[in-house]
């Protein structure tokens, strides 16, 4: 089946540790997206990707890093910047950018220790 | 950047026919809009998308008038399953964060 693989479910992170969240699609998708979500809010969007080795930031950039070597993977770090990173994060992918549907992952869910 | 405005919370009874609104008073020539569900934990799911007028499929329709500043769902018969978060967007394919903006959604809640 296709879609949209995150990983782990759960994290915890230490203060002053980086953590990667992994995010795998094979929907052989070019855009993907990485978003934040709080207790009660909507999801605002970090960082996302229109192509393979390119990505702009979303609106809460600041204390996150992306990288996309491979057109099925989009991890996402979480850096020891980021002073506020307990969150739901979730991934997506769209066949292309703007308004095209995207399909999204079952979250990881991240906590600090 | 068309900025989208939904009620906040809606409740209904099962078997009901459920409508909400979504404002999108800036909306651009080549923007469509675009309906996600979202349960507690899950990412949200494509319901529905349009550009004009009516489109429907299994689960729901979507009416948007012809000024296009506002569209509705319209979820037909309800279950206590459909409770969940709605979320309105508007944007274009030219791609960028222009309608990547959730906000906050619409909660439904079905009672039996």
């Known amino acids: 089946d296709g879609g949209i693989t995150q990983s782990p479910k759960y994290l915890f992170r230490k203060e002053g540790q980086n953590v990667t969240l992994s995010c795998e699609q094979n929907l052989n998708h070019d855009a993907m997206y990485w978003y934040r979500q709080d207790p009660g809010q909507g999801l605002r969007l970090i960082y996302y990707?229109?192509?393979?080795?390119?990505?702009q930031k979303g609106d809460i950039a600041e204390g996150y890093s992306v990288s996309r070597e491979k057109k099925e993977s989009f991890p996402l770090t979480v850096t020891s910047a980021q002073k506020n990173p307990t969150a739901f994060y979730l991934c997506a992918s769209s066949k292309g950018g703007g308004n095209q549907p995207q399909h999204f992952g079952d979250g990881t869910r991240l906590s600090i220790l | 950047l068309a900025k989208t405005t939904q009620p906040i919370s809606m409740d209904s009874y099962e078997g009901q026919e459920v409508n909400i609104t979504c404002s999108h008073n800036?909306?651009?020539?080549?923007?469509?809009i675009t309906w996600y569900q979202q349960f507690p934990s899950q990412g949200p799911r494509f319901i529905i998308q349009?550009?004009?007028t009516k489109v429907t499929n299994e689960v729901a329709s979507l009416f948007i008038p012809a000024d296009r500043k506002s569209s509705t769902l319209s979820l037909p018969r309800v279950s206590l399953s459909d409770t969940a978060v709605y979320y309105c967007?508007?944007?274009?394919?030219?791609?960028?964060?222009?309608?990547?903006?959730f906000g906050k959604g619409t909660h439904l809640i079905i009672q039996p």
């Open positions: 967007l508007v944007g274009d394919e030219g791609g960028g964060a222009d309608g990547l903006t």
């Open positions: 349009g550009y004009k």
């Open positions: 800036n909306i651009a020539t080549n923007d469509y």
């Open positions: 990707s229109q192509i393979v080795n390119d990505f």
